[in-house]
């Protein structure tokens, strides 16, 4: 774990921290995010892209010490874009800590996000909702109190196909409410799901816990069969699945989905298909400093067996093949990033993030772009309070071909932003990209966005 300084900026000051990336990582994709901490992944299929709502362990920690979510997009399952954090503790007035696993669905053009949190006035967990007109936030508190309380954790959203939305949580009982149209109020209170061996399969060892299932549930429909996809058997804990013809029940055990590794206590589950593969989300502690409390959140392509059951799924560094190209002549934020090393993100002046805090040799990669015949320039947004520093244009890898360089001079502060061209040779075909940032000590400039040109 590298930890970097506080700097001022744009009037206020913000404090983040930065992962080491171990080298020779940048050939892996697993873990999708490698500047912060992150664990318990929800996605969210909307408009042509995944969205990715998870928690945030912060660095250093020695418990699941969690103050905020964060979300993330691709439109290709391995260039991922940060969003930020559009919600956290600090939304819900009544939330006093543990910002823990939840799960966003969209209804009526509305995105609601299902949380557990501490309730400060009972000291229990309870289960608040953020609303948003927009899969990135930013979330308010729909109601200013719970929707649910009864001390359990991990929410988990499902709207049938009937119209009828469900909400799943537990720890250590499995429970679902039916919520009402408006996705913020409930008719009548929890049901208890029966936790049988049949349903969940059976556990040895542990009198007061007969069943496999132990939290996070996922559930979903498919082919008409309802999933309910879950950790089992702490600790350290596997993934287990089971099924139902209704979305109560009565469920049946069918067995294991990721058995027991990577080096995190705790596992985690989110499953949806885009375009045309199905996809497998989880979190291990693979990343520099990572494990229990320090996890993140990686992917794999999968594909259900004839019969509608699940692989056993294997956790890997490679991650999934690209599921569509990257178009290099719109603009590309530069936060939208297959692999960083050493770098950060912050919120820019100009609206989204940036990439910053950005030190000699410290380098993004961006796969699958589509160059086609080829570029002749490139431009990048940036900013700089140093004196700068270069953009390496490289195919394939941070020791790749160069195509391009772009000098970055100081600009007068590191939210005062101008654009910077260079030209631009060799770049064709369909191949993976690398900007690696170079230049004197210290920090040299920001980037927020950056676009190819023929």
Request: net charge negative.
């Amino acid at each position: 774990m590298r930890r970097r300084l506080t700097r001022l900026l744009a009037g206020a000051t913000a404090v983040v921290a930065t992962v080491a990336v171990l080298p020779g990582a940048a050939r892996a994709d697993n873990p999708i995010v490698q500047h912060i901490y992150t664990a318990d992944p929800a996605p969210l299929v909307h408009d042509g892209r995944v969205y990715l709502y998870t928690g945030h362990d912060e660095d250093g920690s020695t418990y699941f010490t969690m103050k905020d979510w964060r979300v993330w997009s691709s439109a290709d399952m391995v260039n991922w874009t940060d969003h930020g954090s559009p919600m956290s503790l600090a939304t819900f007035s009544w939330a006093k800590q543990d910002a823990w696993a939840g799960q966003a669905v969209e209804r009526n053009g509305k995105f609601y996000w299902y949380v557990p949190v501490v309730d400060r006035a009972t000291g229990r967990m309870a289960i608040g909702v953020g609303v948003a007109d927009s899969p990135t936030g930013p979330f308010r508190d729909a109601l200013g109190h719970p929707l649910v309380e009864n001390g359990e954790i991990d929410p988990t959203v499902f709207i049938d196909d009937t119209g009828q939305a469900y909400l799943y949580w537990g720890n250590p009982n499995l429970w679902y409410v039916r919520l009402n149209a408006d996705m913020t109020s409930i008719s009548s209170g929890p049901t208890q799901i029966p936790l049988t061996t049949a349903g969940f399969g059976t556990r040895t060892g542990n009198a007061s816990r007969p069943t496999l299932y132990e939290e996070g549930p996922w559930v979903f429909k498919r082919n008409g069969l309802y999933y309910n996809v879950f950790a089992a058997k702490c600790c350290s804990e596997f993934i287990g699945y089971s099924t139902s013809p209704g979305p109560t029940g009565p469920w049946t055990y069918r067995g294991t989905v990721m058995p027991t590794q990577g080096s995190s206590f705790t596992n985690h589950p989110g499953l949806v298909d885009f375009k045309g593969g199905s996809y497998f989300f989880y979190h291990n502690g693979a990343l520099p400093g990572g494990g229990g409390y320090t996890r993140s959140v990686a992917v794999e392509k999968f594909a259900y067996n004839a019969d509608g059951s699940i692989p056993a799924i294997t956790m890997t560094s490679a991650g999934p093949p690209p599921a569509d190209t990257l178009n290099p002549y719109t603009r590309q934020e530069a936060e939208t990033i297959a692999w960083g090393s050493g770098i950060e993100t912050e919120p820019a002046s100009e609206g989204g993030m940036d990439v910053g805090w950005l030190e000699n040799g410290d380098s993004i990669k961006v796969r699958n772009v589509a160059f086609g015949a080829g570029a002749k320039t490139f431009t990048a947004r940036v900013a700089s309070a140093a004196a700068g520093g270069t953009i390496e244009l490289r195919l394939g890898s941070t020791t790749g071909t160069v195509v391009g360089r772009c000098t970055v001079t100081e600009t007068g502060g590191w939210q005062t932003w101008t654009s910077v061209s260079c030209p631009v040779t060799g770049a064709t075909g369909t191949q993976d990209l690398v900007l690696r940032f170079t230049g004197g000590s210290g920090y040299l400039f920001n980037v927020n966005w950056w676009q190819f040109a023929t």
